[in-house]
């Protein structure tokens, strides 16, 4: 079993008058990557913040190993941040800005020298050591940024959307090398994102946020299939949700018609809602399917078409690969595993 | 923007006319003897000579020991006002600021003539210290004064542009040197500090350029018998009516303070 190494404990802040977290409870592992994930103003910021030290809780705990750490400053903790927009030091060099932590720790020169070389091939700018930070790219700044933290050994990494400020392409990349790096070094990596696809590629757990609260806490599978409620999936990938009664374990009711699904554990004739993911309806004739439908529109993606299919009781949104033309009478085919039911906003 | 270059000529001849011309012509007054008519002139190194006597050199020893002082005060009396200034909410930084360069908004003249009246024998001060029983201390006319009216009078000078590096200072680099492991007084000597040395080193160069050229105030407060080097320059000019002696002190006063800046951005650029 894995330790425990952070213990966020009914964490709450107020600036002013408004309170950013209500009472998050998150415990965090060893080696786990793990991304607080929510639209901004969620509060994973300030989440992150406060394990850091820049933030003092309004109220609650942070435990590390333990031990209750949310009153002891940031050059105290054995965490260490890589910043939103990098922070590097403009008056020194890429090598000096990596050595800061280790020069004030009074290692040796050399031992210095060393691991900053070490940790420049780790990141892959080795030779760049004289360079001037503020000439390099911001992929490069990142790597330096991350070698900066890293030379330090921490127990535990924190990034606060560190590559929000880089093209569509770098981005892709360094979010593999960053995953890579973490499994290098095996420490902790917590991650702050608004961008779901980041979050679903790279963790290993993920922390859905809204409003200062915890929505879900899971895998990345589980998050998307089984999403807890309608916040986590409208923004987790795109969904049809659909308002419906759980009749008992495995049958639920939406639209006048009764489904077979895979979800139990719900009161019976409970009031639910249903994620219904746009890849997982397939289109069939009419006669085939318990919902039919005209196809409204369609819009070539890429690689699916999205589809448009007014029912009786709303439009349904379809990702398919084959193609309908507008006006076609169709119906919606759905298996037993496609229906995902989750408890309505605010019952739970 | 080549649209705009005939905008320039204005300034140009401005310039020309307001500063290069009149520096020409106080070259030209150093290196001329007196009494030349325009067209016969004669040439001299005497101007030059006659500084190198002691009386002199003194005078611009003093100078610049006072300059040196007054900028030294308010480097460490500035330094922290203005951090605590960048510190505040946003809303207090502007009054602050407000408050610091309002004394500015009031005649030079009428702020030392206030002093003169704070600092006389029985100027306020010592009658405040008679009531306490205290026997009046002499201050008009001492270094004291001299250096505590080039203080007050330059301080903003000093204050703003710290305050200016320091506020645009993006405060992450300041959690990031938190973060990496250095306490408050080493992220103050490693990143704040570093990094505010541009506005120091334009804080420095303006209160001791403005010190050391002065004249008005060391008059005032220091007297009559108080000789600096603008005073001096003053006195050749106005009473003594020597203009070709005063204008190679100009030179020399020039030539120094050009020097000097040249180190103070080389200082500058260094820290980069």
Same mark, same amino acid.
């Given at each position: 079993?894995?330790?425990?190494?952070?213990?966020?404990?009914?964490?709450?802040?107020?600036?002013?008058?408004?309170? #950013?977290?209500?009472?998050?409870?998150?415990?965090?592992? $060893?080696?786990?990557?793990?991304?607080?994930?929510?639209?901004?103003?969620?509060?994973?910021?300030?989440?992150?913040?406060?394990?850091?030290?820049?933030?003092?809780?309004? +109220?609650?705990?942070?435990?590390?190993?333990?031990?209750?750490?949310?009153?002891?400053?940031?050059?105290?903790?054995? #965490?260490?941040?890589?910043?939103?927009?990098?922070?590097?030091?403009?008056?020194?060099?890429?090598?000096?800005?990596?050595?800061?932590?280790?020069?004030?720790?009074?290692?040796? @020169?050399?031992?210095?020298?060393?691991?900053?070389?070490?940790?420049?091939?780790?990141?892959?700018?080795?030779?760049?050591?004289?360079?001037?930070?503020?000439?390099? +790219?911001?992929?490069?700044?990142?790597?330096?940024?991350?070698?900066?933290?890293?030379?330090?050994?921490?127990?535990?990494?924190?990034?606060?959307?560190?590559?929000?400020?880089?093209?569509?392409?770098?981005?892709?990349?360094?979010?593999?090398?960053?995953?890579?790096?973490?499994?290098?070094?095996?420490?902790?990596?917590?991650?702050?994102?608004?961008?779901?696809?980041?979050?679903?590629? %790279?963790?290993?757990?993920?922390?859905?946020?809204?409003?200062?609260?915890?929505?879900?806490?899971?895998?990345?599978?589980?998050?998307?299939?089984?999403?807890?409620?309608?916040?986590?999936?409208?923004?987790?990938?795109?969904?049809?949700?659909?308002?419906?009664?759980?009749?008992?374990?495995?049958?639920?009711?939406?639209?006048?018609?009764?489904?077979?699904?895979?979800?139990?554990?719900?009161?019976?004739?409970?009031?639910?809602?249903?994620?219904?993911?746009?890849?997982?309806?397939?289109? #069939?004739?009419?006669?085939?399917?318990?919902?039919?439908?005209?196809?409204?529109?369609?819009?070539?993606?890429?690689?699916?078409?999205? /589809?448009?299919?007014?029912?009786?009781?709303?439009?349904?949104?379809?990702?398919?690969?084959?193609?309908?033309?507008?006006?076609? @009478?169709?119906?919606?085919?759905?298996?037993?595993?496609?229906?995902?039911? %989750?408890?309505?906003?605010?019952?739970? | 923007?080549?649209?705009?270059?005939?905008?320039?000529?204005?300034?140009?001849?401005?310039?020309?006319?307001?500063?290069?011309?009149?520096?020409?012509?106080?070259?030209?007054?150093?290196?001329?003897?007196?009494?030349?008519?325009?067209?016969?002139?004669?040439?001299?190194?005497?101007?030059?000579?006659?500084?190198?006597?002691?009386?002199?050199?003194?005078?611009?020893?003093?100078?610049?020991?006072?300059?040196?002082?007054?900028?030294?005060?308010?480097?460490?009396?500035?330094?922290?006002?203005?951090?605590?200034?960048?510190?505040?909410?946003?809303?207090?930084?502007?009054?602050?600021?407000?408050? #610091?360069? /309002?004394?500015?908004?009031?005649?030079?003249?009428?702020?030392?003539?206030?002093?003169?009246?704070?600092?006389?024998?029985?100027?306020?001060?010592?009658? *405040?210290?008679? *009531?306490?029983?205290?026997?009046?201390?002499?201050?008009?006319?001492?270094?004291?004064?001299?250096?505590?009216?080039?203080?007050?009078?330059?301080?903003?000078?000093?204050?703003?542009?710290?305050?200016?590096? *320091?506020?645009?200072?993006?405060?992450?680099?300041? $959690?990031?040197?938190?973060?990496?492991?250095?306490?408050?007084?080493?992220?103050?000597?490693?990143?704040?500090?570093?990094?505010? %040395?541009?506005?120091?080193?334009?804080?420095?160069?303006?209160?001791? *350029?403005?010190?050391?050229?002065?004249?008005?105030?060391?008059?005032?407060?220091?007297?009559?018998?108080?000789?600096?080097?603008?005073?001096?320059?003053?006195?050749?000019? /106005?009473?003594?009516?020597?203009?070709?002696?005063?204008?190679?002190?100009?030179?020399?006063?020039?030539?120094?303070?050009?020097?000097?800046?040249?180190?103070?951005?080389?200082?500058?650029?260094?820290?980069?």
């Amino acid at each position: 079993m894995k330790n425990k190494l952070i213990e966020l404990v009914d964490l709450t802040k107020n600036f002013d008058d408004q309170q #950013v977290l209500r009472g998050i409870n998150l415990d965090i592992y $060893e080696n786990e990557f793990l991304t607080l994930l929510g639209p901004s103003g969620c509060g994973k910021t300030t989440t992150l913040r406060i394990i850091a030290g820049f933030e003092e809780p309004s +109220s609650g705990q942070v435990l590390f190993n333990g031990i209750e750490i949310s009153k002891l400053p940031p050059y105290k903790r054995e #965490v260490n941040t890589v910043f939103q927009k990098y922070a590097l030091f403009p008056h020194l060099n890429v090598a000096e800005n990596i050595a800061f932590g280790l020069n004030l720790k009074k290692m040796d @020169k050399s031992v210095i020298a060393q691991k900053v070389e070490r940790m420049l091939k780790m990141v892959g700018l080795s030779g760049f050591e004289n360079r001037d930070v503020t000439l390099l +790219s911001g992929g490069q700044q990142q790597r330096v940024a991350i070698a900066r933290a890293l030379v330090n050994e921490p127990k535990v990494l924190l990034l606060d959307e560190p590559l929000g400020a880089l093209d569509a392409k770098i981005r892709k990349a360094m979010q593999v090398e960053l995953k890579k790096i973490q499994r290098e070094v095996g420490i902790t990596f917590i991650y702050v994102t608004h961008d779901q696809e980041e979050a679903l590629s %790279m963790s290993d757990t993920v922390v859905v946020m809204n409003n200062g609260e915890i929505q879900q806490i899971g895998t990345p599978t589980d998050i998307y299939n089984e999403p807890e409620n309608r916040f986590v999936a409208s923004f987790i990938g795109e969904s049809n949700i659909i308002e419906g009664t759980m009749i008992k374990d495995f049958l639920v009711e939406f639209d006048g018609n009764r489904f077979e699904c895979v979800d139990k554990g719900f009161p019976e004739n409970e009031p639910i809602e249903v994620v219904l993911r746009p890849e997982d309806l397939d289109i #069939v004739s009419p006669e085939e399917a318990k919902i039919t439908g005209t196809v409204r529109n369609i819009t070539f993606k890429g690689v699916h078409y999205e /589809i448009l299919i007014e029912t009786e009781n709303r439009t349904y949104t379809v990702h398919t690969t084959d193609y309908a033309e507008v006006g076609r @009478k169709v119906g919606l085919k759905l298996g037993p595993e496609d229906i995902h039911v %989750m408890w309505k906003m605010g019952t739970y | 923007m080549k649209q705009y270059k005939h905008l320039l000529k204005p300034y140009i001849i401005w310039a020309a006319v307001l500063i290069v011309i009149p520096l020409i012509l106080i070259a030209l007054y150093a290196f001329t003897e007196e009494g030349n008519e325009v067209l016969t002139l004669s040439f001299t190194f005497d101007n030059f000579r006659k500084f190198a006597e002691a009386t002199y050199v003194n005078v611009i020893l003093k100078s610049f020991r006072l300059g040196l002082v007054t900028t030294v005060i308010c480097l460490a009396a500035g330094y922290p006002l203005a951090f605590i200034i960048s510190r505040s909410p946003e809303r207090v930084q502007g009054l602050l600021i407000l408050l #610091v360069t /309002i004394p500015e908004w009031i005649n030079m003249l009428l702020r030392t003539y206030a002093w003169m009246n704070l600092l006389s024998d029985n100027g306020i001060i010592n009658q *405040l210290l008679g *009531l306490l029983g205290i026997d009046p201390v002499t201050m008009m006319y001492t270094d004291f004064s001299v250096i505590l009216g080039l203080v007050c009078n330059f301080m903003p000078f000093m204050v703003i542009p710290i305050y200016t590096s *320091l506020s645009k200072m993006d405060h992450s680099l300041i $959690e990031a040197a938190y973060d990496l492991g250095a306490n408050r007084f080493q992220t103050f000597w490693k990143v704040i500090w570093k990094l505010s %040395m541009p506005g120091v080193v334009n804080g420095i160069m303006m209160v001791f *350029l403005l010190s050391i050229s002065t004249f008005v105030i060391p008059k005032l407060l220091g007297g009559g018998q108080y000789m600096l080097i603008g005073n001096l320059i003053e006195s050749q000019f /106005i009473s003594v009516g020597d203009w070709n002696f005063g204008a190679a002190i100009s030179l020399i006063l020039a030539v120094i303070i050009l020097i000097f800046m040249h180190f103070m951005k080389k200082m500058d650029s260094q820290d980069d």
